[in-house]
């Protein structure tokens, strides 16, 4: 088979450029689509999960063609369409977790049992100092005072809650990983002092992570999932009602309905039981572990609670996905409103679907005239949130 | 645009391998194809630099053509001497201005009591590669080893022809004359070789030289006093491996397909590691640059042929050359000096006691050699090079470890293997059973098509950075 093959046989040659052009031509054809019909996208194996970063638009300049910048746009776009792209990460994420144990996902590692972690999380809890954190407080903890001051004098009602961290949680999994130079004590201590800090200060505060951390060991499996960043149903369940029991302490004993569940074990977890396991993208993997489905058995109505018809605002970040639903659909707090990361988006409605994204300042402004204000922060970013002291400054004015 | 990039691969190239084999039996219209892709490929990297090379390709045609026709020596002479002073002034503009400026103002500075400026020029990727070539054919006009090109096209063809244009292998005009000149009909195996060529070539990018690279990288980044010798020796033999694997990588890439496009090119790597020489070495090395140096500058200043101190004289004009030749900086000199040094010494005494001590220790002695010069290549001053040296010899007075990716141990003993396994008495019946039997040559062209497609996932996954939100 020499040249006459590919010269002398005119279907052998045909064949040869339908399938060279077949690639190019499907990702013309995603390029078109995407933006009016996604569902068309011609894809090879499962969508990838995870959020990546916005891409600008293109910018079609001569100055954009003489940096390269236009080039690398397009270069990019074109690359991002091809049909191939997820299967093809998959394969590589699978051959590399396999042969080097390193999962594709930026900063997504392995603990013991195959937990897994993004290293942040791990980073903060080995770097844990008091002192760091007594000068963060007591530049944060004023902040706070004003809000539940401006709130109060407006006779509404605002918290603070602290959620918790899955290292914190469950450190024995994580902390051989990598060098942890930060004191036992000054892990341990973490919390009760920023609590005794809020305490004297006057702050009202919900801490669901020392909450979450007593309750280690009562069920046969952990309050995290293995394949998960976030606390699973049980720690939500037992989150969602704790904080009922405060607003109802704070607003009157009927003001929102108490949790009653049951729940199950299954080996088959989805949702946020495995956002991490989605995000390393790895392929033909089924996430197989333990992991708690809570069924919830409440028997009043939600219109017989003041809560119903409350305004509430929940502002946090990740961890208040799956805990403002509950909240919503089972606390009965139904005009309940969460501010994702606070700009990020907007979600509100049974299931707390997403209503809006890349929210401004103007959006958040009427949070001011809420019933009823929850601010969130996870135990890992104590002071150091965005959305946190940006929420004050919106509400406040400076 | 590079080939591993999956733009270019699983995009730019099948798409205009279908529209070549689509024209397949007509010559002229695959050369015009051929053209107008490498302008385009080139303007897609280069915008700015483009027309400049499409002007100097004109300069040098023209030239061509008046010494062919010229039948006085003097102007034949002249014409040489403007073709290679405007190609070499191209290389200086683009390379060396800033280097010179800033020399010259330490030189000069205290006495002139003024500074020259420092301008910030972009140097267009290839542009060392592309003035070589352009020499090439005006010296082969002049010296009458081959004609002026016959058409403007043909000349073009030979610049511009992409996938060589940006890091070689460097063509002569005329050992490529006639492939030019009529591009040969693409046939199967010009395919299959071609592209099983390419896929090699964007495996070892990918999978060997990126991930070692990554390593190298984080130790040359490193403040060299606080390395411990063992990171620094490890640094800089991934670092061996990695320019070796990449570069020889990226010709793998040109000659795949150069090949499937029906040129040939020759070869520009042939197993390096296993030199028992800093001789052989470069007979193995980077050849194609090799060949034109010794073809252009070292036979034109005398060669061996005027004694042996002008030959030693001659064998560091050259390897100054090659040094500068990869960048405007006092580290590639040096480095230049280096070779220079042991190929005085090899001719010297050097080579008869490799000979002597046998092959194992030959090739033991010429990695070290060679590995060292890495060094010299790879640090930026002549401070950092001596902080890292410093290091190697285990002198750091304070250690601080780098931080190894999980993935650079498998890779750096897979690395080691495949550069060294030509050199064991393994080697040669291995490579007689392959030729000898189609079934292993069948596995291993499969072998390489599951590592292309792992090369091409790896190459769509770096970029792919996914997280769950905005958190931080």
Sequence with gaps: MHAANLTGLVSLRHLMIAALLLLPLLTLWNLAIAAYAPKLIVAFGPRLRGVTEAREPIDWSLKALADGSLQRAISDAITEANPARPLLIRFSNSSRKRLFGIYGAPGVIEGADGHLIEKPYLDEYCSRDLDALRERASTWIPKLKELQDFYEARGKTFLYVITPSKVAHLPEKFISLVHCPSREQDRREHLPLYNRMLTEAGVRVLDLASLTHGLKGRYEVDLFPMGGVHWNQLGVAHAVDRLIVDLNRLKGPDFARRLAWTYEITDRPKGEDTDLFDLVNLMFARPRYSTPVVHYRMKRPCSEFGSASTKVALIGGSFTGEFGRVLLEEGCLLRLERYNYLYRSFHAGPGMKTVRKNLKPGDIEPVRDYDLVILEENEMLIGASRHAPEFHRVILGR | ?472
């Design chain 2, 1 to 472: 645009m590079l080939f591993y990039e999956p733009f270019f691969a699983l995009f730019v190239a099948p798409a205009f391998y279908a529209l070549y084999l689509a024209i397949n039996n007509r010559a002229a219209a695959k050369k015009s194809a051929l053209i107008v892709a490498s302008v385009a490929f080139y303007t897609w990297g280069e915008p700015l630099f483009v027309p400049i090379v499409i002007v100097s390709t004109a300069v040098d045609y023209w030239l061509s053509q008046r010494m062919a026709l010229s039948s006085s020596q003097t102007a034949r002479r002249a014409f040489i001497t403007v073709g290679i002073l405007l190609n070499l002034g191209i290389l200086v503009f683009y390379k060396y201005v800033g280097f010179l400026a800033e020399n010259l103002n330490l030189l000069l500075g205290p006495l002139a009591g003024t500074q020259l400026p420092i301008l910030q020029i972009a140097l267009p990727i290839g542009v060392s590669f592309v003035v070589f070539e352009k020499i090439s054919y005006l010296v082969d006009v002049y010296r009458g080893t081959t004609k002026p090109a016959c058409t403007i096209l043909d000349y073009s063809l030979f610049v511009f022809l992409f996938p060589k244009l940006l890091a070689g292998p460097i063509l002569k005009y005329h050992e490529m004359e006639r492939q030019f000149a009529d591009p040969a009909k693409v046939g199967w195996t010009d395919f299959q070789e071609g592209f099983l060529r390419t896929a090699r070539g964007m495996a070892k990018k990918i999978l060997l030289a990126d991930p070692l690279g990554a390593f190298a990288d984080r130790v040359f980044a490193a403040d060299a006093t606080t390395l411990s010798s063992t990171d620094a020796a490890v640094g800089l033999v991934c670092f061996a491996l990695q320019i070796y694997f990449d570069f020889s990588a990226y010709s793998d890439m040109a000659i795949g397909l150069a090949r499937t496009l029906g040129f040939r090119l020759r070869e520009n790597f042939n197993m390096p590691y296993i030199s028992r020489s800093l001789t052989e070495f470069w007979r193995r090395w980077h050849i194609s640059l090799a060949t034109w140096i010794r073809d252009y500058l070292y036979i034109p200043l005398g060669g061996n042929r005027s004694g042996e101190y002008r030959t030693y004289i001659n064998l560091w004009i050259c390897f100054l050359a090659s040094g500068i030749w990869h960048g405007a900086s006092w580290n590639f000199v040096l480095w230049g000096a280096y070779n220079g040094l042991f190929l005085s010494l090899d001719r010297m005494f050097l080579l008869k006691f490799l000979d002597r001590i046998g092959n194992f220790g030959a090739t033991v002695i010429t990695l070290l050699i060679v590995t060292f010069g890495w060094a010299i290549f790879r640090t930026t001053s002549v401070e950092h090079l001596a902080a890292f040296t410093g290091a190697l010899a285990g002198l750091s007075p304070r250690m601080v470890d780098v931080d190894m990716q999980a993935d650079v141990p498998l890779t750096l003993a897979i690395g080691l293997f495949l550069c060294l396994l030509p050199a064991t008495p393994l080697f040669a019946p291995l490579q007689r059973a392959y030729n000898e039997s189609r079934l292993l040559q069948g596995l291993a062209a499969l072998a390489i098509l599951v590592l292309w497609v792992l090369a091409c996932g790896r190459a769509f996954a770096v970029p792919f950075k996914p997280f769950i939100y905005f958190r931080f």
